[in-house]
């Protein structure tokens, strides 16, 4: 007797509509991942759910597909909190793919965008909204948005937002919204705090757990270098000379981004940076640069170390060691995605021996220690040959746009939102 489960062919068996079908096959996905197997039918459902599963696993499918399927049958908007700018671009792009043949309308409210073209796009009565938390907060306070038609919630990289200090917001957030609701909680790793999120906030929540927390991308080579600070930069020079394609150089500071990104210019290679004091305009520019082929080189802080979606990259090199040690699983899966192999290679200095050992108990592996090669004779200039970063308590600062003055705006409400056309 064979007792072997038989999974559905495709997205087919899972629930999802006709129509939504048709256009899933229309745009080539034709194999769900495992969060999405597992998370779709549960969540079509209407079920609370926490998902864990590492980023790139296909996390905005396995709730986007639920969401626009119940908004389009009830009516009622959807709300999905975000930990920054870019990850709410991506996901917006996503459902513009998938909802814009049904004739879904979405909003992204993000921090750093102009408060004028937000209150435009909200008085086109959007379906779904596609937040940050400081920005939520700012449209709260001015009473430009109202929360009580929510009808789906979704918190997509929770213990992000936790670790930039958002929780006071999503808490905020959380007393704007109507109590029958449904809650969609995904995360990466499972802290207490979300816990306690899900317990004061979600009834009844099934948990969908596809990855164990630490679970590094199964195609990425690692290694790790041991360098004194001072030879850091000549070893990326090192790197950048080794391998052609293209490189995502982290930080862990956005003082250190900026040297990098100025001494990478002056290795030959165009490069580009991202981080908090990037103004949402220029933090564009070098995505779309360096997905497009503009930039070789993207240097960034853990701002973006879950915020790049960006296939085809061949290398992507820890300059710096993160604060927190489960950053490295977020940042070494921006290479290796859609199936594809990659390399992740991390400088740490002889002192932090014990943060590669804390980052090898994370991710049940030992990471291979390479031989330092030799280095390039010729230091870069004076300004840059002494990298030293800021110092490692640096606060990290919520992100959230300029005020505006209260009053004298129409609330952004549940009603006078034309359907979908399913």
Same mark, same amino acid.
């Given at each position: ?129 596609? %937040? ?5 907060? *700012?449209? &709260? ?5 109202? $929360? #009580?038609?929510?009808?789906?919630? !979704? ?68 290694? %790790? ?5 001072? *030879?850091? &930069? ?5 790197? $950048? #000379?080794?391998?052609?394609?293209? !490189? ?68 992507? %090199? ?105």
């Amino acid at each position: 007797m064979n007792n072997t489960t038989q999974l559905p062919p495709g997205f087919y068996g899972l629930g999802i509509a006709p129509k939504l079908l048709e256009i899933l096959d229309r745009l080539k996905f034709k194999v769900p991942t495992p969060i999405q197997l597992k998370s779709i039918p549960i969540a079509i459902e209407g079920k609370d759910m926490m998902g864990i599963a590492q980023t790139g696993t296909g996390k905005t499918l396995a709730y986007g597909i639920p969401l626009i399927q119940r908004l389009a049958q009830t009516g009622g908007m959807g709300l999905i909190v975000l930990p920054t700018r870019e990850l709410a671009l991506q996901v917006d792009e996503t459902f513009q793919k998938i909802g814009k043949p049904i004739g879904l309308r979405t909003a992204v409210l993000i921090g750093g965008a102009s408060m004028h073209n937000q209150l435009q796009e909200l008085r086109k009565r959007p379906h779904v909204l596609i %937040v940050t938390p400081g920005r939520m907060i *700012d449209h &709260l306070e001015q009473k430009t948005v109202r $929360l #009580d038609g929510v009808k789906v919630l !979704v918190l997509d990289e929770a213990d992000r937002m936790l670790d930039m200090g958002f929780e006071p917001q999503i808490k905020r957030i959380f007393q704007h919204l109507p109590s029958e609701r449904q809650t969609m909680l995904f995360s990466a790793t499972m802290p207490t705090e979300i816990v306690r999120i899900a317990q004061s906030f979600m009834k009844l929540p099934v948990r969908v757990e596809i990855a164990r927390a630490g679970t590094a991308a199964e195609k990425v080579a690692q290694e %790790v270098f041991f360098v004194n600070k001072e *030879d850091k &930069l000549r070893l990326l020079q090192k790197m $950048l #000379d080794e391998y052609r394609g293209t !490189v995502l150089v982290f930080s862990r500071t956005k003082h250190g981004a900026k040297r990098i990104a100025r001494a990478v210019k002056q290795m030959g290679h165009s490069s580009a940076e991202i981080h908090s004091d990037r103004s949402l305009a220029q933090r564009r520019d070098a995505l779309d640069g360096f997905k497009k082929g503009k930039y070789r080189v993207l240097v960034a802080t853990d701002i973006a170390a879950r915020g790049i979606d960006v296939t085809g990259i061949e290398l992507v %090199v820890n300059f710096d060691l993160p604060d927190h040690t489960e950053e490295y699983v977020h940042r070494i899966g921006r290479t290796g995605r859609a199936g594809q192999s990659g390399h992740a290679i991390s400088f740490a200095t002889p002192d932090q021996r014990r943060d590669v050992r804390d980052i090898e108990r994370l991710t049940r592996t030992m990471l291979p220690v390479s031989k330092l090669p030799e280095l390039p004779a010729h230091l870069q200039p004076a300004s840059l040959r002494n990298y030293t970063g800021a110092p490692a308590g640096e606060p990290r600062r919520p992100e959230r746009g300029p005020r505006r003055p209260r009053g004298g705006r129409r609330p952004f409400g549940r009603s006078h939102r034309r359907p979908m056309v399913y």
